[in-house]
C-alpha cells in the first residue's frame, strides 16, 4: 500500500510517498511558517502534501493514507499536539490529524517526531536486532525516545523521551525555549552550541554550526571547546538515564551527532565515565537514516495502522 509520509519540523516540512517497503519517492520540502501560527503551518503542509499527491498521481501512484511526524508531543490516539515549545507558537492544541484528514481526504495517523523517527530506526535503521532502545535526536532541539519490548513508548502523558528538559543546571542556568532554565537544551543543542560560542567570542557573528564545526576542523581551540562542552553535557546526563532505563542500545541522529570526530568521543567518554554497568556497557550508535528518517517511519506508522 503506498501511504504519504510527513514530517512537520520547526524549521521545515517534508513530504514523499512511500511504498509498503518503506522506499520513499517524490520527495518534496518547504519552510515551515513557524511565527504565522498553528493554521498556517497546518495550511502549508496540506498544500506540500497535495503536491506530492498530484505528481505521484502522474506516475499512477495514489496514497491510501498518511504518516505524521510532528514536533510537539502528540497524543495519537486524538491526533492532537498536547505540547509544544516556543519554536512552534499557538501549536499545542492543534487537531492535527483532523484538519490533515479534512485537508487531504485520506486517513491520518500523527505522533511526535523523535518516537516516529525511532520507529524508521527501530525496523529498517540502526536499532535494528535491539528490542529495548534509547533514540535520542540532537538537532535545533533535543529529543528522545524510547522503545521498550520493540514498541516505541509516549507514556501516560504522551512525552516520554522528552530528555531535552533534564535540569543539567539547578542554579537557574540558560533559558530552555521551553521557558524554564537549565535543561539540557539549552546547553547541548545545535543552537545552544552555537549561542555558547557566540558568549564566549564576545560578540554575535551570523555563524550557525556548520561554520562553527568547520572553524573547530581549522584548529581553532574556542570551536572546539563548545562542541566538547556540549557533547560532555549531554553524554553526563545520559549516563544517568541508562541508569534508569538500562537499555541495549542508544541511538542518536540529528545534526549535532552529524558533527562526528568532533563530537563522539567526549560523549562516549563522559557516558563511559559513570561507574555504572549500564553506561560502561550499553552499544552507542549513530543514527543511520540520516535526513529522511521521521519519514520512513511515519510511512511504518500508516502502514501498521491502516493496513
Known sequence: ????????????????????????SHYRTAPTPAQAGAQAVVAATIDLAREVCVAGRADGLA??????????????AHGVVVYAGETLPGWAGTALAAELQAGLGLPVVVDNDVNVLALGELHAGAGRGFADLLVVAIGTGVGGAL?????????????????????????????????????LEAYASGPAIVARYQERL??????????????????????????VEGARILGGALAGLICVLDPQAVILGGGVADLGDLWWPTLTAAVRANP????????????????????????????????
Do not use: W, Y
Request: charged share 15%.
Open 1 to 24: 500500500m503506498q501511504v504519504l509520509t510527513i514530517d512537520i519540523g520547526g524549521t521545515k516540512i517534508a513530504a514523499a510517498l512511500a511504498d509498503q517497503q518503506g522506499a520513499l
Open 63 to 76: 496514497p491510501k493514507a498518511v504518516g505524521v511526524g510532528a514536533a510537539g508531543a502528540l497524543d495519537p
Open 147 to 183: 522503545v521498550v519490548d520493540g514498541v516505541v513508548r509516549s507514556g501516560a502523558t504522551h512525552s516520554a523521551g522528552e530528555l531535552g528538559h533534564l535540569v543539567v543546571e539547578v542554579n537557574g542556568g540558560r533559558r530552555c525555549n521551553c521557558g524554564g532554565h537549565g535543561h
Open 202 to 227: 564576545g560578540r554575535s557573528d551570523a555563524v550557525d554550526l556548520r561554520q562553527v564545526a568547520e572553524r573547530a576542523r581549522n584548529g581553532e581551540p574556542l570551536a572546539s571547546d563548545v562542541i
Open 276 to 307: 555504572l554497568p549500564g553506561p560502561g556497557q550499553v552499544s552507542l550508535h549513530p543514527a543511520q537514516l540520516g535526513t529522511r528518517a521521521v519519514l520512513v517511519g511515519a510511512a511504518r506508522l500508516a502502514q501498521a495502522r491502516f493496513t
